[in-house]
């Protein structure tokens, strides 16, 4: 390898590139630094009388992001998941994993496309990550395999928007005034 080819190029979420060691040119990145389980938990409340009905249970799943700045440009975007399985009246089980990731921002001029960065592509990447461990504590707490299904980040973004400029436009109703006669 000559002399010349042994620079390279950085290459950043938005495409620009700069050489090694050198300045980076202005650009948006949204960098990973980490991915870990803040919290899980399994609750096999009527175990193990559960196992001797049949399965036919009704599953419920409520979904949470919650962003945190704990720091310069570095952001961690929290997805929490909750699967209910019940047995008509009768709770299976309870299935809660919160899994984090620390994601440094940079190069993002305007809060709103911040906001739009941390609230879509950041739970986006965990997802996966949220979605093996839930399957997996499900099977290891002895019920049949649970298949998440995908979860579409941008709309709920857009949901979210949309009841946020609905709320601002509906202001709460005034109080009558008190009336003196």
């Not at 300045?23 to 919290?39: N, P, W």
């Not at 709320?167 to 009336?179: I, V, Y």
């Amino acid at each position: 390898m000559s002399q010349k080819d042994s620079k390279s190029a950085d290459t950043g979420a938005a495409g620009g590139t700069h050489p090694q060691g050198g300045q980076a040119t202005k650009g948006k990145q949204v960098l990973l630094q980490k991915i870990y389980l803040k919290d899980a938990s399994v609750e096999v409340p009527d175990g193990p009388l559960i196992f001797t009905r049949e399965w036919k249970p009704e599953i419920d799943v409520d979904l949470n992001t919650r962003i945190n700045d704990i720091g310069e440009n570095t952001h961690q975007v929290t997805v929490t998941i909750t699967v209910t399985a019940k047995q008509g009246e009768v709770t299976a089980y309870i299935v809660e994993v919160q899994k984090a990731g620390v994601f440094q921002l940079t190069g993002f001029d305007s809060e709103a496309e911040l906001r739009q960065i941390l609230g879509t592509y950041c739970p986006n990447s965990l997802f996966p990550y949220v979605r093996e461990v839930v399957g997996d504590l499900i099977q290891r707490a002895g019920f049949p395999q649970f298949l998440l299904q995908p979860i579409n980040f941008d709309a709920l973004y857009q949901q979210h928007l949309k009841s946020e400029q609905n709320s601002e436009q509906d202001p709460p109703p005034k109080q009558p005034a008190d009336a003196t006669h």
